[in-house]
């Protein structure tokens, strides 16, 4: 069942960004090129989806404390704005202004079979993990006796 | 399990609408030297950020989550700001 919802899910979300051309990095750069031939059409696309989901989670999300398959919730973090945030925050939007492609996008681009989009996705992993690896070692440094993982996303 | 069928779902998409006006790039024009860069710093910045353009922006923001609002903020200044710069002062890298 939450199989069946994720797949649908992910369909959907895929559906979005293809009417919506999120897929297109062209359009993207055109959306953070404020100065030049700005495309403002991306901060609708935003604006709908925050609506959508704001509602959602009110109505739907917020007042359930299990999710589908059964699994608890994952609570708003409480955790405080920390360097990882605003450093990792930073990196991202450059890498994002770039080439105009970040993760969602990048996986719907990938049927293309393109060897960029490819290239980039597989680069993308690896940042990934390096990531998380200096989120580790930093953490060791910060408190030795470890803390609580943090959750994703 | 639930998180491939997600990626499935969102890879399969486009394929379904392939036929109508709604498709993918016919190409892209990247420098591959910029484009490993930044494909490193999206994932390097996701992950140290807990969080990208869907899972700040808008799941994040929608949960009104104050990690979440800063980060949206940070992010997308900063690509703005990366775009004013390599468009507008490097002459479009």
């Known amino acids: ?27 993207i750069i055109q959306f953070l090129d404020i100065t030049g031939s700005w495309d403002p059409s991306l901060a609708f696309v935003m604006a709908g989806a925050l609506f959508v989901f704001g509602l959602g989670y009110v109505i739907l999300i917020k007042p359930r404390a299990r999710s589908l398959d059964d699994s608890v919730m994952p609570k708003v ?34 049927s293309s079979l393109n060897p960029m989009i490819w290239t980039f996705f597989v680069v993308m992993i690896i ?9 580790k070692v930093k953490m060791k440094v910060a408190s030795p006796r470890g803390v609580e993982p943090l959750l994703p996303g | 399990m639930w998180r491939v069928m997600f990626i499935v779902g969102l890879v399969i998409a486009p394929l379904l609408t392939s036929s109508s ?14 484009l490993i860069i930044a494909g490193l710093l999206v994932g390097i910045g996701a992950s140290m950020a807990n969080g ?9 923001l929608g949960r009104l989550s104050k990690r979440s609002i800063i980060a949206t903020c940070v992010f997308m200044s900063s690509a703005v700001i990366t775009v004013y710069i390599s468009r507008h002062m490097l002459g479009g890298l």
């Open chain 1, 1 to 27: 069942m939450s199989n069946l919802v994720s797949l649908l899910s992910g369909l959907i979300f895929g559906l979005g960004l293809m009417i919506a051309q999120m897929v297109n990095p062209n359009k």
């Open chain 1, 77 to 110: 973090s409480t955790a405080p704005v920390d360097n990882h945030l605003i450093v990792g925050s930073s990196l991202f939007g450059i890498g994002w202004g770039l080439v105009g492609l970040c993760p969602g996008p990048t996986m719907a681009n990938l």
């Open chain 1, 127 to 135: 940042g990934l993990m390096i990531g998380n690896l200096i989120k």
């Open chain 2, 52 to 60: 990208c353009t869907s899972g700040h922006g808008i799941c994040g």
């Open chain 2, 21 to 34: 006006e709604y498709t993918l790039p016919e190409q892209y024009n990247f420098d591959w030297t910029i």
